[in-house]
């Protein structure tokens, strides 16, 4: 083994450096700067309706004051929990059927079939889950024919969470498909071989090998309902206020960017305090 | 005692049109150290796993004292499997890992407890208990692999080449602890290897696979000097191997008229002069010289290669009529014989050293 020489060093050094830097870039200009103007702004005044350069904390103690903040910041949160709960537990029959029961071949067909969704913009799906459930619409009418009330569905968690499962729901399939795909199969034979029924090898072997993914798939159907703004407005209406909605009212009515850039920032630390404890959560080890 | 302990019946397994085991009888009785050794594909595993209820017989039947066990659900079987892999639980424990079979099978806390604690004791793991699996050395989770299965008190315990991820220095010191252990429990180890040396150390008898099939069953003596067909001989390694007619000259002597001269045996009762035979001669059986004149069965041929294996060292030799012969020699005698790659020597043999192969096949057949 000869010691690589200072010079030679240097130069992989620098090459590996070039390649690595667009992404630290990229962060730096479109995250980490809008970012920093954002705290900057939570400081800044609007005088006359004008944007002022300011260092004042008048934005902050107005919005942390606010009665009607916390209630939505916690009903928001609250929701997407749920949201991304639901989710989960609906897409996991059908991720653990894909990733144990079916064929390679077959579970790409099925993939590819649950990422079909993202091929049509959001919003068009959106709009027409708001035809499918609204008065006279598709599912109204079934429930009608059928006997049962056939007033619209929108504007209920329902309609909210049907918003959340178009948007959330390929992402968790595909994520939890994948974390069961790599339960080392070994494993499972093992503790069957020892005794345990599959519901135990479920809990004890797939479960804990899989909890990354599966957390994973939690946490980012949390992050995507959380900040969702258009099914929250088209179909949960004004009878769920949640942060996104409280958002853009802030800033339609009267320019309070430093306002809504402290309910941002507030938003941004609820989710990354979550994602920690998540993340922290999902890659605990055992024993020492 | 004439009750055996675990017996397979005419097993079959076919994935598809492949047939990886085909009409397997095999018994194995109680205390019984068993090793099934062979070539990569010849059905050695599979057969382990059927007896372990990890794959279905597509024909036969497997039975564990003497009642049926096929359609037993895998979770209600009493063969715990050693792992070639070990798959250890890594999400778990040394201790839960250990706990885990007695968890499943309901066994109370306590005693569970109690039991865990003897065999963590037993395999000197008892130190590690509470560490993270994936964080033990090779040796530790051999160990912890080993109380996983033993502490739920099997009649048989099942092991799929659980050396192989271990150094050979560590192999080593696991053979013989295997070894002690299964002596002190007096319980049936059937072990699958392809290793020579862990199967005739560590096992009673051996099962020879090829192909799906038993090439020869018996004990590891038997095996080394007695191989019953081409495959074993060529398998064990260590074996030159000569074919050709019997045949009795006139002057009365008997043996194998092969490409490279009659080459003498001391035993053919059991064969017809004209059936063709095959003669196999051990590697330490086998004389070299430089000079001719040294014995009855002597065949001139060229020197290829020494392997250097230790205190031993095999020479591979090359008749004229192209037979590979290997003999193996003290370092000392090869030193006093002083001989060269490319040079001519004689390879040479006494007429019982040669074992005729297949002898009571041909018997039967005759």
């Known amino acids: 083994m000869s010691v690589l020489s200072a010079k030679v060093r240097l130069r992989r050094r620098a090459w590996f450096a070039l390649w690595a830097a667009p992404l630290p870039i990229w962060f730096a200009l479109f995250f980490m700067g809008p970012m920093l103007l954002l705290i900057a702004m939570s400081f800044w005044s609007v005088q006359n309706y004008r944007l002022t350069p300011d260092f004042s904390l008048s934005a902050w103690s107005y919005v942390l004051s606010l009665d009607f903040l916390w209630s939505t910041f916690w009903r928001s949160y609250g929701l997407s929990l749920i949201s991304a709960a639901l989710v989960s537990l609906l897409a996991f029959p059908a991720s653990y059927a894909m990733a144990f029961l079916i064929t390679p071949a077959r579970r790409l067909t099925f993939l590819g079939l649950a990422l079909a969704p993202f091929f049509t913009s959001y919003l068009v799906r959106i709009y027409s889950l708001q035809v499918f459930l609204g008065e006279g619409g598709v599912l109204p009418q079934l429930f009608h024919s059928v006997g049962l009330s056939g007033a619209s569905l929108l504007n209920s968690y329902t309609a909210l969470f049907l918003g959340h499962a178009t948007l959330t729901l390929p992402v968790v399939l595909v994520l939890q498909t994948l974390a069961l795909g790599n339960v080392d199969r070994t494993e499972m034979s093992a503790a069957v071989n020892l005794g345990a029924r599959p519901q135990h090898v479920l809990r004890h072997i797939i479960l804990p090998a899989a909890r990354p993914g599966l957390s994973l798939g939690v946490l980012f159907a949390f992050l995507l309902s959380y900040a969702e703004f258009v099914s929250a407005t088209y179909l949960g209406g004004g009878v769920f206020q949640t942060l996104p909605i409280l958002l853009t009212d802030l800033i339609r009515g009267g320019q309070q960017w430093p306002r809504a850039a402290v309910v941002s920032l507030l938003m941004m630390a609820a989710l990354m305090l979550t994602s920690l404890v998540t993340v922290a959560w999902a890659y605990r080890q055992k024993g020492n | ?366």
């Open chain 2, 1 to 366: 005692m004439t009750q055996p302990l675990l017996e397979l019946h005419n097993l079959n397994k076919s994935y598809g049109t492949f047939e990886a085991v085909k009409d397997i009888d095999l018994t194995v009785d109680t205390g019984e150290f068993l090793a099934i050794m062979g070539p990569s594909g010849c059905g050695k595993t599979t057969t382990l796993r059927m007896m372990a209820g990890l794959e279905e017989p597509t024909r036969g039947d497997i039975r564990l004292e003497g009642q049926q066990i096929n359609d037993l659900p895998v979770w209600q079987r009493e063969t715990p499997l050693v792992w070639q892999n070990l798959a250890l639980f890594p999400y778990m424990t040394v201790r839960e890992n250990v706990e885990f079979g007695l968890r499943m099978k309901k066994v109370p806390g306590p005693e569970r407890q109690q039991r865990c604690a003897e065999w963590l004791e037993r395999l000197g793991i008892a130190g590690f208990a509470d560490r993270n699996v994936a964080k033990l050395s090779g040796g530790q989770r051999q160990r912890v692999a080993l109380a996983r299965s033993l502490v739920l008190q099997p009649k048989v315990l099942l092991l799929d080449e659980p050396l192989s991820a271990l150094d050979a220095h560590m192999s080593i010191r696991m053979q013989g602890e295997l070894k002690r252990l299964q002596r002190e429990l007096g319980i049936t180890f059937v072990y699958v290897t392809h290793s020579h040396s862990e199967a005739f150390s560590l096992a009673d008898r051996v099962v020879i696979m090829n192909a799906g099939r038993i090439e020869q069953l018996g004990t590891p003596q038997d095996i080394f000097l007695r191989p019953k067909s081409r495959f074993v001989a060529q398998f064990v390694g260590g074996i030159s191997l000569f074919s050709g007619m019997l045949k009795t000259t006139r002057e009365g002597k008997v043996g194998i008229d092969s490409a490279d001269g009659l080459l003498q045996i001391a035993d053919p009762a059991s064969v017809q002069t004209g059936t063709k035979c095959d003669l196999a001669v051990r590697a330490d059986r086998i004389n070299v010289t430089t000079q001719p004149g040294w014995g009855t069965n002597e065949v001139p041929c060229t020197l290829m290669s020494e392997e250097f294996a230790g205190a031993v060292v095999n020479l591979h030799l090359e008749t004229a009529a192209g037979t590979g012969i290997v003999a193996q020699l003290q370092q000392r005698d090869l030193e006093r014989l002083s001989a060269r790659a490319g040079q001519q020597v004689y390879a040479s043999w006494h007429p019982e050293d040669g074992v005729l192969l297949g002898v009571t096949a041909l018997k039967a057949a005759a």
